[in-house]
Every structure is written in structure tokens, then in C-alpha cells.
């Protein structure tokens, strides 16, 4: 049987530390007004292990400094009846959790920020896939959340992976940098960054594209233009969802792809794009050229 290999894998050069440095996955980000409170989070955890079975080997709090534990039996136990349940009530305002895999990795996170001391940031739940995961499964999963959870913006598809929070930090968002020049189907990100704008407006376009409230009700003429042009499009009770594409596209420009169901869908919802961004890092992201590529379907 042939192995389709992953087309974007990069691998440190360090033979004691095999890891990649850049890595193609897919996944799907949502981004919040309020934080997960217990009832909030269950219910996206419970989505999860209904859609994608508990594959979890590791977990942590998203608090800073908080340590990696084991998920076993009983972890799963103690998180579902104590620590769950607590949710907010301490320093913990979120969790990961992560089947622990070098590459191809899948991870499912949560975290919200205080609405008082971190007003400007909107909270998240976020999910990564490998690269070759059913997208069927993902636009199933996304639709089943709008369903379910108030949002205010999100995207799913490809993104590069680097390797933030670790020795290879610069090197990695040096090689995402030209990479993202290249393959503009492929999502940059740096999520707390993001975060930062996203009571403003919504990132940018991908495989799929979430407009949730205030937008969805502030801006449904470009909202109904947008739906016009895409591939194909899901109204939810707590989001509009917009497909730019029968499956993900890599967008290799080098190539000439044709993207042009990312390039309609980007004009129509400019005006709810956010209008700036702090650079991803690395030595060659810029403010400028981050939003530069953000807006990169459109400018």
C-alpha cells in the first residue's frame, strides 16, 4: 500500500532531538467572547471524544508553569469530577490535552483569559489534526460546535506547525515565514497574538471560515455576498459557516494554484478583517508583512 507522505515536514538537524521544525497539519481554531466555564467546555469535551474517541495520553492545565501529567484511567476520572467542575473557580482557566506522538500529532485545548485583568483577549478552543485527516470529519465537527457554542469568529484547514516555547523557536517561524509565502493555503499562527484582535474582527479566510455574533448580525450583507461565492456554506444557530474549497488547499504559488474560492470569499468579508497584528516572531516576521499575509487574498 503506497504512503502518502507528508509535503511539508522539516526536521531538525539535531540528531539527539529528532523533532520537526516546520510540519503540515490541519486544524480548527474558535475563538469566544466569554471563557469555557464547566458547562461550556464539557460540552465540547464530550464533542470531542464522541467525534475522535479519547486518544489522550497527556494533559496539562493552560496555566503558566503548570506541569505535564499522564491521562489515564484514573486522570480522566479525577478531570471529569473535580477538576472540570472547578474550572475558573482558580489559577485554571484552561486545559490541553495531546496523544503525545513526535509528529502527527492530535491536541485538543481549551483555555479562556479574565475578563477583567486580560479584557482585550477573546478566549479559545482549538484542535489539531494530522495533515491527512478526514475532512469530512473536521466540517462535521465544526458544524456540530456551532450548534453548541457561542463564537465569534474561527477557520479550519491546513496550518504549518512550528516549534514555539523551545530551542528552535526562531529558526522554525524563519522557515514558517517562507513557507506561508509560498503556500498561501496554509495558516501562520501564533493563537495568544491572534487573540488579541479577535473582539475586532475575524483573522482571515481558509479551508473554512466561522462568522459568529456580533459580527454575523453587524455585517450580513457581506455575509450573504460571501456565501454567494463560496463553495459551500452552513447557517448554525451561533455562526455562519463558509467552505472556500471542496477540501483544503495547500496554495502552492509556485505552482500557479488556483484559489479562487479563497480570494472570493476574503473580498467579500473584508470589512469584519482585522486591521492589524503582531509579528509571528522569528527574525524575518514583521508586523507589517504579518499583516500583509494575513490579508493576502485581498491586498
Given at each position: 500500500m503506497a504512503v502518502n507522505l507528508n509535503p511539508i515536514l522539516e526536521m531538525t538537524e539535531d540528531l539527539a532531538d529528532p523533532v520537526p521544525l516546520v510540519e503540515?497539519?490541519?486544524?480548527?481554531?474558535?475563538?469566544?467572547l466569554d471563557p469555557p466555564g464547566p458547562q461550556s467546555a464539557r460540552k465540547v469535551y464530550n464533542a470531542y471524544l464522541n467525534a475522535f474517541g479519547d486518544i489522550f495520553k497527556k494533559f496539562k492545565s493552560t496555566f503558566s508553569?503548570?506541569?505535564?501529567?499522564?491521562?489515564t484511567p484514573e486522570a480522566r476520572l479525577d478531570?471529569?469530577?473535580?477538576?472540570?467542575?472547578?474550572?475558573?473557580?482558580?489559577?485554571?482557566?484552561?486545559?490541553?490535552?495531546?496523544?503525545?506522538?513526535?509528529?502527527?500529532?492530535?491536541?485538543?485545548?481549551?483555555?479562556?483569559?479574565?475578563?477583567?485583568?486580560e479584557s482585550n483577549m477573546a478566549s479559545f478552543y482549538r484542535f489539531e489534526f494530522d495533515w491527512q485527516v478526514s475532512t469530512g470529519a473536521v466540517l462535521g465537527f465544526a458544524e456540530y460546535l456551532l450548534q453548541e457554542l457561542s463564537v465569534l469568529s474561527g477557520y479550519g484547514g491546513f496550518f504549518l506547525q512550528g516549534r514555539p516555547g523551545s530551542k528552535y523557536a526562531v529558526a522554525s517561524?524563519?522557515?514558517?515565514f517562507a513557507l506561508a509565502m509560498r503556500?498561501?493555503?496554509?495558516?501562520?499562527?501564533?493563537?495568544?497574538?491572534?487573540?488579541?484582535?479577535?473582539?475586532?474582527?475575524?483573522?482571515?479566510?481558509?479551508?473554512?471560515t466561522i462568522i459568529g455574533e456580533p459580527f454575523r448580525s453587524t455585517f450580513g450583507t457581506e455575509i450573504d455576498k460571501a456565501k454567494s461565492v463560496a463553495f459551500g456554506f452552513i447557517e448554525a444557530?451561533?455562526?455562519?459557516?463558509?467552505?472556500?474549497?471542496?477540501?483544503?488547499?495547500?496554495?502552492?504559488?509556485?505552482?500557479?494554484?488556483n484559489m479562487e474560492g479563497y480570494?472570493?470569499?476574503?473580498?467579500?468579508?473584508?470589512?469584519?478583517q482585522i486591521t492589524e497584528h503582531k509579528s509571528f516572531g522569528g527574525n524575518l516576521w514583521t508586523d507589517e508583512n504579518t499583516m500583509d499575509w494575513i490579508r493576502r487574498f485581498t491586498s
Open positions: 503540515l497539519k490541519q486544524h480548527l481554531v474558535l475563538f469566544a508553569g503548570a506541569s505535564l501529567k499522564d491521562w478531570f471529569e469530577q473535580r477538576l472540570l467542575p472547578a474550572l475558573r473557580s482558580k489559577v485554571d482557566w484552561g486545559y490541553g490535552f495531546s496523544d503525545g506522538k513526535p509528529r502527527d500529532s492530535l491536541l485538543f485545548m481549551f483555555h479562556g483569559f479574565r475578563p477583567f485583568q517561524y524563519d522557515r514558517i503556500y498561501w493555503g496554509c495558516e501562520a499562527v501564533d493563537i495568544e497574538l491572534t487573540a488579541e484582535q479577535m473582539k475586532k474582527g475575524y483573522k482571515c479566510v481558509n479551508w473554512l444557530p451561533f455562526g455562519t459557516l463558509l467552505q472556500a474549497s471542496e477540501r483544503p488547499l495547500l496554495g502552492d504559488r509556485n505552482r500557479l494554484a480570494f472570493s470569499v476574503a473580498k467579500a468579508l473584508l470589512p469584519i
